[in-house]
């Protein structure tokens, strides 16, 4: 089993390139830096994303999870041991930030935004608000909207390979007098992977590195 050793970075850093990653309705390369980013507020982290749409910046969650399963399903093919370690402890470490935001919603579904601050942000209306619990298939639809996908099983099962811990939905326990804007994180502990929906936007951050590989284009033959 060969090693999916990381790539040295021109400024002295390096990254993973994971192929395979689900995203969008599509199958992409990305490049995943082996260190984090910069504390930012969500905004902050949109605006970086938007002006640096070549250099390694925050993703929303469904990036994330993209990647987190990606390596999951080719941990026979390649050793992600490397990958994984640094996701697990970058997890337990932190709060970790992404460009998708919750505007819980006084009445109806609430809205769930991917892409916060950046060029095409893409909304989903689903209930989030409810209680913070491990995830039950009553969440199909709600982790559908936050992670791309309702197969409450196959999301455990992602988390457990990164962390081994069962995983959890945090979220806003009511319905609010007014629109209530808050962001989706994600962390773990010794005992629960977090999928935060409760953060406030304008708290300060760091987050995991993401760069999008622009796929190959074949010249006609002349």
């Known amino acids: 089993m060969a090693n999916l050793k990381p790539i040295q970075y021109t400024h002295g850093e390096s990254f993973w390139r994971i ?10 390369t990305v490049e995943l830096l082996d260190g984090l980013l910069p504390a930012m507020t969500q905004a902050e982290a949109g605006a970086h994303a938007k002006a640096n749409p070549d250099k390694f ?16 399903q080719q941990q026979t093919e390649w050793d992600v041991s490397a990958p ?4 697990r402890k970058s997890m337990q470490d932190n ?20 892409g916060v601050g950046t060029e095409k942000p893409y909304q989903k209306k689903v209930d989030v608000a409810g209680l913070s619990r491990q995830i039950t298939q009553e969440d ?16 455990d099962k992602v988390f457990r390979f990164i962390n081994g ?14 629109v209530e804007r808050r962001v989706a994180r994600f962390d773990a502990y010794a005992d629960v992977v977090g999928l935060d929906c ?15 590989v622009a796929p190959l284009r074949l010249q006609a033959p002349r």
């Open 165 to 178: 811990t069962p995983t959890y939905l945090f979220r806003v326990n009511y319905k609010p007098p007014a």
């Open 84 to 87: 994984v370690a640094f996701l």
């Open 95 to 114: 709060y970790l930030m992404t460009l998708t935001g919750i505007a819980y919603m006084p009445k109806g579904e609430d809205v769930v935004i991917h």
């Open 198 to 212: 409760d953060g406030d936007p304008q708290d300060p951050v760091t987050s995991l590195g993401v760069r999008r």
């Open 140 to 155: 199909s639809a709600c982790l559908e909207a936050l992670v791309g996908t309702g197969n409450v099983g196959a999301v």
């Open 19 to 28: 192929h395979g990653v689900q995203y969008g309705g599509k199958s992409l």
């Open 57 to 72: 910046t925050a993703q929303d969650l469904p990036m994330y999870f993209g990647i987190l399963r990606a390596l999951e």
